[in-house]
């Protein structure tokens, strides 16, 4: 009999769509000793309660109606952050068939129930889920504070004992190691898991891990091969399209996409690539259709964003039909009311009166796109305003806010991938994109050696001015943060109180704090502001 003293403490969300199965849920959770109960019909209900609530487990139906499924809600959550990692999630499904879905997919759920089940059963799998809850405790909190050092650090205590857990811990290791921007090392692990037995998995990560390492014909080889093999592998298809598209060959990314989509409908991520890849591979009535039809799947699910509406936008604008791009701008505008997203509509706009021939129209949804503060706009909105101003003419424009984009966010692969997106939809050779990217980021070292030079040699005014200026227009950029929080402290034990620097000093620690609470360089800004204190 499990052991119902370990569920009394746990919070649990159920999430059907059926009152039956519902009351029948909470009837056996509460048998079963679960007291802290949340049970909701769908997925808004869903994520208004994670809104408030932290939850240990996650049971959540496959069939959830609203054109979206269990799968695709856990997908969303996992790639938006919006759960621990540590947090159970369990599906539960009627469907044999689901074996499958889970096998394909890279976002598996940590275990799932096939109707219908028993207590015991129920309660037995509870037991093991919550035992390896226990065991990755640490390195699970460490994942969601994407402290990738500490992450490694925590799993090669572990790996050693060469426990039952230690595939998974290499796979976490792996993906650390990938963050961390350390793909040789991630590519020996890969290997090293290989060698044991042929993981879809691992394949991928080793074929991620030769791209990152600028190995592009053996990464793309090496999907093919993985895709020859699990034909239903999606993740594998997603990467190859990436990779063909990264390398200028967009024919045969969207074709590679256009495969994977028949196999299976797909997340939005694979929906929106596929779409964006059409209108720029002059496709834009495929854009259309695709888009349309996932849009009107999902209608009243929360997995679709306003840059859905973006790209739609922009395939009925690039085929003459302004009319109707500017009407799904204005659509979204009812659903979607918070500020970025209304970024992102002014600069969709801004295209369609463009198309629509309404040039004063146009520039003046551009301006409005561009009034607010770059530094705490998402990507999508950047890249969305960027997208206008290649539409508009203004090039310098655009390429300004992509350069601070990638300098802002030095260490942000997805970032860098959507920027070099939006080049190269804008017409630039993917030679000109890379060294577009290339630059900006040696810009942003060559000013962080410069300060840390000048910082060196004494000369920690300068240094200080020229790494504050950086910091205050590059926030995310922790390494310059960091940076110019140490000057100041190095200039402050050095000459005595200043309480003008020592507050700017103070909010780049809190700065950093925010993001990284294990920042290395922490350690260093703490230890020069205690000579202060003397």
């Known amino acids: 009999m499990a052991n119902i003293s370990k569920f009394t403490d746990k919070w649990v969300l159920v999430i059907d769509d059926m009152e039956g199965m519902r009351s029948q849920l909470r009837m056996s959770l509460t048998n079963s000793g679960f007291a802290k109960l949340h049970i909701v019909g769908n997925i808004r209900e ?43 999630f369990v599906m539960i499904t009627a469907e044999q068939a689901y074996e499958k879905v889970v096998a394909a997919s890279e976002c598996a759920p940590d275990d799932y129930l096939l109707k219908p089940f028993t207590a015991g059963q129920f309660n037995a799998r509870l037991e093991k889920l919550l035992e390896r809850q226990q065991f990755f405790a640490t390195i699970d909190k460490t994942t969601d504070a994407k402290d990738w050092t500490r992450v490694i650090a925590e799993c090669d205590k572990s790996l050693p004992a060469r426990n039952k857990y230690f595939i998974e811990l290499c796979k976490i290791k792996a993906a650390a190691l990938m963050h961390s921007n350390r793909p040789q090392d991630a590519a020996d692990l890969y290997r090293e898991v290989l060698a044991l037995r042929p993981i879809g998995w691992a394949r991928l990560g080793l074929a991620r891990a030769l ?72 496709q834009p009535e495929l854009a259309e259709s695709v888009m349309r039809q ?21 395939a009925l604008a690039t085929q003459g039909k302004a009319d109707e791009a500017l009407s799904v701008v204005a659509d979204a505008r009812k659903d979607f009311r918070d500020e970025d997203s209304q970024i992102v509509l002014a600069a969709t706009e801004s295209v369609a009166q463009r198309a629509a021939g309404n040039d004063e129209l146009a520039e003046a949804a551009l301006a409005r796109a561009m009034a607010g503060d770059i530094n705490i706009l998402p990507v999508g909105a950047v890249t969305a305003i960027a997208d206008a101003c ?91 943060v960091g940076n110019a929080a140490l000057v100041i402290a190095l200039h402050l034990a050095k000459n005595g109180d200043d309480p003008k620097m020592l507050a700017q000093c103070l909010r780049y620690r809190d700065a950093i704090i925010r993001k990284s609470p294990d920042y290395p360089r922490l350690a260093q800004i703490d230890s020069q502001l205690r000579q202060l204190k003397k």
Do not use: W
């Not at 990467?239 to 989509?261: C, M, P, T, Y």
């Open 46 to 88: 869903a994520l208004e309660r994670m809104a408030n609530s932290r939850y240990d487990v996650i049971l959540c139906d496959y069939s959830l109606g609203e054109g979206t499924d269990g799968q695709q809600f856990l997908e969303h959550l996992r790639t938006n952050d919006l759960i621990s990692r540590n947090t159970i």
């Open 211 to 282: 791209g990152q390492l600028g190995k592009k014909d053996e990464a793309q080889q090496l999907a093919r091969e993985i895709v020859a093999d699990s034909p239903q592998f999606m993740a594998a298809y997603d990467f190859l399209g990436g990779q063909l598209a990264s390398s200028g060959d967009k024919e045969a990314a969207l074709n590679v996409l256009q495969k994977a989509r028949e196999i299976s409908p797909g997340t939005m991520n694979r929906i929106r690539e596929l779409s964006t890849l059409a209108v720029s591979t002059g």
């Open 294 to 314: 996932a849009l009107q799947k999902h209608k009243y699910s929360p997995v679709r964003q306003v840059n859905d509406y973006a790209i739609l936008s922009k």
């Open 390 to 480: 290649f539409a508009l003419g203004k090039e310098d424009d655009a390429n300004k806010l992509l350069r601070h984009a990638i300098q802002n966010n030095p260490e942000d692969e997805t970032i860098r991938s959507k920027v070099h997106d939006v080049l190269t939809a804008a017409g630039k050779e993917v030679t000109e994109a890379d060294a577009m990217i290339e630059e900006s980021t040696q810009e942003i070292i060559r000013t962080n050696n410069d300060g840390v030079r000048k910082a060196e040699s004494g000369q920690l005014q300068e240094a200080i001015d020229l790494l504050c200026e950086a910091a205050d227009r590059l926030p995310n950029n922790l390494q310059i």
